[in-house]
């Protein structure tokens, strides 16, 4: 079956083609629940949450652009709604770290991705969500502004926090490694 059979049916509330659609894009769509959740449980939770609305909302879909990009955007935008009406992420002004945008934290291979995901998971959520949409997922600090209503020299501020965390927990496994 074609993607756009397996859409189409999904359109349609054919179960067995939302159970497809699920099993093709459920780890690529988890990846970004764990990136934007505070634990595992938890993003396995958001991962139903936005299956749920993929369901519900596939009809939406025109076929311009990809699929999986409307998906993950669906994904994203599911997770931070959650979070917004829960206020955990509290998001506070910040003054403006002076630190340009296209600074990023050097990973170099023998950091374990099991350690990268799990400091990154420990951040502050407010650290954490702004670090995942900017560097993980490549939102704009305009745009991530506008999702959060934030200005965006909190977005940078929250940034420019996050990236001196990694770096610094980034230096002291490596120091430990050694």
Known sequence: M???????????????A?????????S??????????PNYTEAEDNLQDAFM????????????GSFEG?????????????YRRQKVYAIKEEANLEQPDDE????ESEVPLAFLLKIIQELPDRYRLVFSM???DGYQHKEIAEMLGISDGTSKSNLARAR?????????YRTTEE
């Open 2 to 16: 074609t993607l756009d059979e397996l859409i189409q049916k999904c359109k349609q509330h054919d179960v067995s």
């Open 18 to 26: 939302q159970g497809e659609l699920y099993k093709q894009y459920s």
């Open 28 to 37: 690529v769509m988890f990846s970004i629940c764990l990136r934007y959740s």
């Open 53 to 64: 609305t993929i369901f519900d909302k596939i009809g939406q879909f025109k076929g311009k």
């Open 70 to 82: 409307w998906m993950k955007r669906v994904t994203v935008n599911t997770v931070l709604q959650k």
């Open 104 to 107: 990023d934290v050097v990973i």
């Open 134 to 136: 900017y560097v993980l």
């Open 164 to 172: 001196g965390i990694l770096k610094t927990k980034i230096e002291a």
